[in-house]
């Protein structure tokens, strides 16, 4: 690991600025993502500008009239899981949450560094191999390689990384924003949706932040059918795996029972969290049934493009977003559980 | 004292007191080989080659060398020599152990050169820092069994005619495959050394201080005297830390390089997926033949596995089905592709581990092609004598494994058709296999000391190694027996080469080989010093021949039962239940005993749907090798494991009756889980692991 400067910032903005100034800064959340590129020779910073001592380590709720919470960028995946407001308000976090990593990461994991966590892919975290997202321009070696947790959607022939963030995808489904500092010290709110992009020709390029914008929290809006949206992640181990595929699904039935509204966000299929806008479209105003359902999923499917090594990616992303919808659908008509 | 009083009610052996290391553990006081604190250690961080094959020819380590901190930079220009004509055991690679020693690069990942500094931080950045041009070459990392240069390291075993045999009426031929798998115990291999005054000194994670000892030694021309092994806690091995491996050689060079410093070396999790070894991948074509009453007239096993063109180490996974069931005509073959590949290594029940995959699986193809019970077709073969050798089964429980397990897991109530067992959306199966293991000859000699302190109280030393088995227990109970002495009245020493030589900890033999050789220095020292000894009497007993090994065949034998669930819509597979009844001679202590069963049926298990290691033969390295990507069963895969045992007399396997339980409990776990995952949904997954993309669209 290459020696490296470290920084206690002491406020925000200030924070944003010192990173903002040296190319080779970078912010420490929980570290359990970036000090772990740092031994693998994956991120070689010369300064960490450790942001966990900042005051943006609070769950509450927005003020009167706006609804919503937010969740500051320093609290734990463990303590946004377990806290009440989103417990109550958005269960679907707390699912996505909990089925992320283990129990010792979450208690060191921040929401800051979760949404910003870089890609699983085996050829990124492995110097000793070409990839445009490490080395722009090397290659990509996943391409012709292991391809089981890489993208079935909007991936580019420079790129067909996944984003692994669990949480990330309830966030997208839930309209959640993330507001910015940047080094000048203005503050800015993006959409969780638009906060990473598709790997297109820089796929080094994570996300849409430039450098040294801080994010100090995510903003929760008042959701309606927030309260019973559920989290299905599916696989290879019963824990502590990232998704093959996972779905944040929420419903709102009009009372015909056909679909008011509906949020479909997909993990370990894309770049980013991938919002199921075909299959959404598909289904609003359409019937509540599992043949509804099922053609939804086939409307966002017509859009994949997978890999020889995870075809059977499609076959998951079915039964995700069938199954999800299926049972949400089933509590909102009070029929229980399936 | 005769043989026939072990185990007798109310004694120390049968009882099953709880692991006298486990405090000291639990409590983390038990010092594995880099814990212990040693004066001013400098460290050494390995580099490792980024080409699978080629020469080195230029190490530039200009910038390593000016990070503050470098003492030296170890190359194969500048690193001491070892004798790498020297004579080692059977057990060791000789080529495998030259480290430094060529420019030569035989596989990615082989250590071309080591940064030795005072802090372990500066040896890390430094070895990032130095740079290696190589001349590369074009290498071969492929696995497969569609090769023509895949040579027979024996000739095959032959009985009768398996190909021109008679038409059978039922014929079951098909591949079966496990996958690569690295042993990974939770202490990575470390090595701590010093080496002053033509004294070696280490700090070691070895199976055997002995093997460790001699393999040093040689490799450095010295007397063995002079190589003094530590190891009294070893955070596992299954196998890897037997033979040695280049890190110990490594840190041995870098402590010769700068007499009268400890050196420290420990792998990363990383290095330990390119640097110790590992379990080859098998391909194994197996036909059975057979009447439609399920009476095998062929069986025909050929094992295609991975071997180096470092070294050869043939993976005998067509071994297990030379003795297992009756049949007239008979093959049992390898196929070995050698590869610009590590040296692969013994991991926990070599051979028969994954040898028992295809064989079990087909059994239960068969059966299923019969309309038969499963347990029933075994039971149709079971031969009167062991069909190899000809010689009688000194003890064969087999079918008693069947036949309790059968009635505990309840395999009666099963579903009698695949596929017809459906809950909650999750398609839930029973599947049953054999487990077997040889009651092999120890690797090495034993000797063992007894010394009475006075009060009571006896000294019993042996340089065995617990690598986390409970042998400091079972030892002591043994002992405890054999002198006629309450346990708390033993004090045991292990672990450490100034004791009396004992055999590496391999092949399930231990406490068979210490327990036989702490019986034999418990009988000496009664008789030479009757039972009112003065303090500071002594005795040493040897490790007896047994007089029936050559005219019997030995094995412990198991039946493994395993519920499957596969989630109809995702292909999920879940394991909620897996039991496993052994015969396995005398259980000396019942409680560290169901630990090796239970966590061998937990190792089964994840390699049943788990393990995993991603060969890229475009690099010729394994891309998958940490613990988020290489996946080992994490608490909620493991559910409902029980091991059970039969009560088993076999006077004949050693003075204790004591059969080796330490691998057999990984053995037949994954054909269980494939065959029940069969039961669950009829879809026959032949190779592994099990996942969730075996099942859908099917
Ligand atoms: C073995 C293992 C298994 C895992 N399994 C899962 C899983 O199943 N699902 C899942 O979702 N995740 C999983 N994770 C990933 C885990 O969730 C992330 O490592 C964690 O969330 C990262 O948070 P952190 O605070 O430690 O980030 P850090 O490592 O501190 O930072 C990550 C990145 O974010 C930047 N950063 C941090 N905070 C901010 C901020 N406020 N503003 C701007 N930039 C910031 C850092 O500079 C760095 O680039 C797993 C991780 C491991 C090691
Ligand atoms: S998929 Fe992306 S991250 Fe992976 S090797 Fe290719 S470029 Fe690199």
């Known amino acids: ?338 | 004292m005769t043989a026939t009083a072990y185990g007798r009610p109310g004694t120390a052996t049968g009882t099953g007191p709880p692991r006298s290391d486990g405090p000291a553990k639990a409590a983390g006081t038990a010092p594995y080989a880099y814990e212990y604190r040693v004066a001013d250690p400098a460290y050494v961080a390995p580099v490792q080659a980024t080409v699978a094959r080629g020469r080195v020819l230029e190490v530039d380590a200009a910038e390593a060398e000016a990070v503050e901190g470098v003492i030296a930079v170890l190359t194969h220009a500048g690193a001491p020599g070892l004798d790498t004509g020297a004579e080692l055991s059977g057990l060791q690679r000789v080529a495998e152990l030259a480290v430094l020693q060529s420019g030569e690069v035989s596989y990615r990942g082989q250590v071309v050169a080591a940064v030795v500094a005072e802090t372990f931080e500066a040896a890390w950045h430094a070895a990032a820092l130095v740079t290696v041009r190589y001349e590369q070459w074009p290498h071969d990392a492929g696995f497969s069994d569609q090769r023509a240069d895949a040579v027979a390291p024996e000739e095959d075993h032959r009985q009768g005619e398996v190909e021109s045999a008679a038409p059978a009426e039922v014929v079951v031929e098909q591949t079966y495959a496990t996958a690569m798998q690295h042993n990974n115990p939770m202490e990575p291999h470390t090595t701590v050394a010093r080496f002053e005054g033509g004294e070696l000194f280490l700090y070691e994670s070895t199976q055997g201080s002995y093997e460790v000892r001699r393999t040093v030694a040689a490799l450095l021309g010295m007397e063995p005297e002079r190589v003094h092994v530590v190891a009294p806690y070893v955070g596992g091995g299954f196998g890897s830390k037997g033979p040695l491996h280049a890190p110990t050689v490594l840190a041995v060079l870098a402590a010769v390089a700068l007499p009268g410093r400890w050196v420290k070396l420990a792998l990363t999790r990383r290095q330990m997926f390119a640097l110790v070894g590992y379990r080859s991948p098998t391909i194994q074509r197996v036909r059975l033949s057979a009447g439609a009453d399920g009476r095998l007239s062929g069986v025909d096993v050929v094992a295609t596995v991975q071997s180096s063109h470092v070294a050869d180490f043939v993976e005998e996974a067509a071994g297990p089905a030379k003795s297992m069931y009756a049949a007239p005509n008979r093959r049992m073959g390898h196929r070995v592709v050698r590869l610009d590949a590590a040296v692969p290594t013994w991991m926990r029940a070599p051979g028969e581990c994954p040898g028992m995959f295809g064989p079990e699986v087909a059994m239960d193809e068969l059966a299923w092609a019969c309309g038969l019970d499963p347990i029933e077709v075994r039971l149709r073969n079971e031969p009167e004598r062991d069909p190899h050798t000809g010689k009688p089964f000194s003890s064969r429980n087999l079918a008693a494994c069947l036949r309790e397990g059968a009635r505990r897991f309840g395999w009666a109530d099963r579903a009698p058709e695949p596929g017809g067992r459906v809950e909650n959306g999750w398609r839930v199966g029973m599947g049953v296999a054999a487990s077997a293991y040889p009651v092999v000859p120890p690797p090495g000699d034993s000797w063992a000391r007894i010394r009475y302190e006075g009060e009571g109280v006896y000294a019993v030393s042996l340089a065995a190694a617990d690598i986390g088995t409970g042998a400091w227990t079972a030892l002591a109970q043994v002992a405890a027996d054999a002198l006629g002495v309450p346990l708390e009245r033993v004090r045991v020493r292990l672990g450490d080469s100034s004791l009396p030589e004992a055999s590496l900890a391999g092949g399930s033999t231990g406490l068979m080989s210490w327990g036989s050789t702490i019986h034999a220095a418990a009988e000496e020292f009664r008789r030479g010093h009757g039972e009112r000894p003065e303090p500071g009497a002594e005795a040493t007993g040897h490790l007896p021949a047994n007089p029936a090994q050559d005219d019997y065949a030995m094995y412990a034998y198991g039946a493994q039962f395993a519920e499957v669930r596969v989630h109809a819509a995702t292909g999920e597979v879940r394991v909620p239940r897996l039991l496993g009844v052994f015969a396995a001679g005398r259980i000396v202590n019942a409680r560290t005993a169901r630990s090796q069963f239970t966590g061998g049926m937990t190792m089964g298990l994840s390699m049943a749907l788990h393990e995993e290691s991603v060969v890229d033969a475009r690099f010729g390295h394994v891309v998958n090798g940490d613990f988020a990507e290489y996946h080992i069963a994490a608490n909620a895969d493991v559910e409902d494991v029980q091991a059970h045992w039969i009560d088993e007399e076999d006077p004949l396997v050693n003075p204790l009756g004591a059969k080796g339980i330490g691998e057999i409990g990984i053995v037949g776990t994954a054909a269980a889980v494939a065959n029940a995952a069969y039961h669950a949904t009829g879809v026959r997954v032949r190779s592994l692991p099990v996942r969730l993309d075996d099942f859908i669209g099917a």
């Open chain 1, 1 to 338: 690991m290459k020696p490296f400067d470290y920084r206690r910032a002491s406020d925000a903005a200030g924070a944003a600025a010192l990173v903002a100034e040296h190319p080779g800064a970078a912010f420490l959340g929980g570290g359990t993502n970036l000090v772990d590129h740092m031994k693998l020779g994956v991120a070689a910073p010369d300064m960490l500008v450790d942001i966990t001592h900042l005051p943006m380590d609070r769950v509450e709720a927005l003020p009167e009239g706006e609804g919503g919470v937010s969740i500051g960028a320093n609290v734990r995946n463990s303590e946004a899981a377990a806290h009440p407001l989103v417990r109550e308000r958005y269960p679907v976090l707390s699912q996505a949450l909990l089925s992320g990593a283990s129990g010792q990461l979450r208690n060191a994991a921040t929401t800051g560094g979760n949404l910003l966590q870089r890609t699983r892919c085996v050829y990124f975290q492995d110097t000793g191999t070409p990839c445009n997202k490490r080395e722009p321009g090397s290659g990509c070696s996943a391409l012709e390689g292991y391809q089981r947790y890489h993208a079935v959607f909007g991936a580019s022939p420079d790129c067909v990384a996944t984003h692994p963030s669990d949480m990330a995808v309830a966030l997208v489904a839930l309209d959640a924003r993330v507001v910015v500092t940047d080094a000048a010290g203005g503050e800015r709110r993006i959409p969780v949706a638009e906060l990473h992009r598709l790997p297109g020709e820089a796929p080094e390029q994570d996300t849409v932040l430039s450098r040294g914008d801080l994010i100090t929290a995510v903003e929760l809006p008042e959701m309606p059918m927030a309260a019973r949206a559920r989290y299905r992640k599916i696989r290879d181990r019963a824990s502590f795996a990232f998704a093959l595929v996972s779905a944040a699904v929420g419903l709102e039935l009009a009372a015909d029972g056909t679909v008011a509204d509906v949020r479909i966000a997909l993990g370990g299929v894309a770049h980013k969290p991938w919002r199921a806008l075909l299959a959404e479209e598909a289904l609003r105003g359409s019937a509540a049934t599992e043949a509804g359902f099922a053609a939804a999923a086939e409307a966002e499917l017509s859009e994949a493009r997978p890999l020889p090594g995870n075809v059977f990616k499609l076959e998951l992303v079915r039964a995700a977003v069938t199954e999800t919808l299926g049972e949400v659908a089933a509590e909102l008509r009070g029929e229980g559980e399936l």
